[in-house]
């Protein structure tokens, strides 16, 4: 299968390239920072050889951009099967304080993009009757928490985007997943204080993504919530 991830340079978005590359995919992968996008290609390319593999990097807080990755995307001869749309970034604030553009800065990242980054690939999935598009959001889309502000606004409005998308789809057999993880350990839990062992691996993300999209044709999860054992941070 074709599997296009965005955000995929490290963290979660890197392990699901990882896990899919394992299961014997294609992947086309695009995240903002060059440099840690061409390193993950590499590392990539040197352990599954056999996997094609591409990446290009794209800044997909801009309208134009998101959508300049689908048609790079659709210019490779690719009809995807697979979209994770994974970038995202985390601000912290609250509504009342927190610094003016910030909600636009949310929105553009976490919402705006998966909207645009989708409707650019979305003809070729309906056109054929098969794809599978998986969101990325957060427990913060389900419950608000103190100094979640605008990024907790963003990912509850990507809940309402994939609602609504997986309401046109079904016509079209095409599967719609939102995930909603709680705390996974990354980069930006380096230097945090918090036990490793406290919070999830970004790889059960990964590897549940893999097996949702095994499932058959006509079973589709809307919805999954995935937290720390001990219960949220």
Known sequence: MKIVITGASRGLGFNMAESFAAEGHDLYLTAHHEVSLYKALESLMSRFPDQHVKAKSFNLGLKESAMDFGRWVLDQGVEPDILINNAGVFEPGRIC?????????????????????????????????????????????????????????????????????????????????????????????????????????????????????????????????????????
């Open 97 to 233: 304080d927190e610094p003016e553009g910030q909600l636009e800065n949310m929105l553009n990242v976490n919402l705006l993009s998966a909207y645009h980054l989708t409707r650019v690939l979305l003809p070729s999935m309906m056109k054929r009757k098969s794809g599978h598009i998986f969101n990325i959001s957060s427990i913060a889309a389900l419950q608000a928490y103190p100094n979640g502000g605008s990024y907790s606004i963003s990912k509850f409005a990507l809940s309402g985007f994939s609602k609504n998308l997986r309401e046109e789809l079904k016509p079209y057999s095409i599967k719609v997943t939102c995930i909603y993880p709680g705390a996974v350990y990354t980069d930006s839990w380096a230097g945090s204080g918090v036990d490793p062992g406290r919070i999830m691996k970004s790889s059960d993300i990964a590897e549940t993504i893999v097996q949702i999209s095994k499932l058959s044709p006509q079973a589709v999860v809307e919805e999954l919530v995935i937290r720390p054992l001990a219960g949220d941070l």
